[in-house]
């Protein structure tokens, strides 16, 4: 195995090229109008350990998409001309953002010694972050309720889960129903490539647990309540399309309680990673699923935007590392519907 450079060598890097401030000289600038503290740990880490009073909570994932002002997720607040003190953990997260920032031509970023850790340890304020963040405040009302007639904590927060994900049933795909007679919505997708992973099992790769699967195609379009669909074709670029729904994640997953908030949040991760045989599975029926539905109404779509079978070959490659069955009969289909006019050459 070759060697590589360690975390800690490249957080000493940043550290000889950024400003790292003192608990102490942090905690004297914590509630001046110039000065803003910029929580950049998970969402979880929030809800366990609280965080800094008026800190703004911009996960380092997203940071660099909120900093940036022609990112479509640019925060206005990090651009406002104050200080910037970023925080994690423990201070190493925040050093290498600090210095991420500070390459994007930020000059009024710092990190903080010791992170959130040593913020606690040396007695400064502290506050709670709030499990539900986000503007709907229905899955609140419901816990609440729920409450109220005896029924607290997890068994609450997992029904008010379940009441949120019917907004699922209101995203509307491009996709169009087999009669055409309208456009599908999330969730009778997320149904479809249920029952198509059941009954397409025999194709599956070696080793995939079916199980595991289903629960991928249920859950990953949830984030599409808050962040919308993508369009294939629509020219999103991934890097925007993953900046919007891993906002979403936080706050959808984060409505439940532990350990299932991780489970659900790490099974969507996997599902877009697309590495495992599960999830390359799970990503193969969700390419299928529009395909077969675009072929068997005649192409409308894809003629409506002028789509070339390149373009769709492209899509469809995926299916191939999972199931190469599948990808001989879409590449038969494909020749087909130019044949027939469905796609352009």
């Known amino acids: 195995m070759s060697v590589i450079k360690s975390a800690a060598e490249l957080v000493a890097e940043a550290r000889a090229e950024i400003e790292t401030l003192s608990i102490e000289k942090a905690g004297g600038l914590h509630g001046q109008s110039d000065v803003l503290f910029v929580d950049i740990r998970d969402v979880r880490e929030l809800e366990k350990e609280g965080t800094i009073p008026g800190a703004l909570h911009a996960p380092r994932g997203l940071l660099e998409f909120w900093v940036d002002p022609k990112s479509t997720y640019h925060r206005t607040e990090l651009s406002s001309g104050k200080k910037l003190v970023l925080f994690c953990a423990a201070g190493w997260r925040s050093a290498l953002a600090a210095k991420a920032l500070q390459d994007m031509g930020l000059n009024n970023v710092c990190d903080m010694e010791g992170g959130f850790e040593a913020w606690k340890k040396a007695g400064h304020a502290t506050g709670n972050h709030g499990r539900k963040p986000g503007p709907d405040s229905r899955a609140s009302d419901i816990v609440q309720t729920l409450s109220e007639l005896g029924h607290k904590g997890r068994l609450a927060e997992q029904i008010a889960f379940v009441l949120e994900i019917d907004k699922l049933k209101q995203v509307l795909r491009q996709t169009p129903l087999i009669d055409y007679s309208r456009k599908e919505n999330d969730a009778e997708h997320s149904w ?148 027939k006019g469905f796609l352009r050459p």
């Open 192 to 339: 479809q490539l249920a029952m198509m992973a059941l009954v397409l099992s025999e194709y599956a790769p070696a080793r995939t647990d079916l199980m595991r699967a289903l629960k991928m195609v249920l859950i990953h379009d949830i984030v599409e309540i808050d962040a919308g669909d993508s369009p294939a074709y629509s020219g999103v670029t991934k890097a925007d399309q993953f900046a919007r729904e891993s906002i979403a994640a936080d706050r959808l997953f984060g409505l439940l309680p532990e350990p299932l908030a991780r489970d659900f949040r790490a099974l969507w991760e996997e599902f877009e990673e697309q590495e495992t045989p599960d999830s390359l599975f799970a990503r193969a029926m969700d390419r299928l699923q529009p395909f077969l539905h675009n072929y068997f109404t005649s192409g409308k779509m894809w003629i409506e935007h002028k789509i070339h079978a390149g373009q769709v070959r492209q899509r469809m490659a995926i299916i191939g590392k999972s199931t190469p069955q599948l990808l001989e009969l879409v590449e038969d289909l494909i020749t087909d519907a130019v044949a």
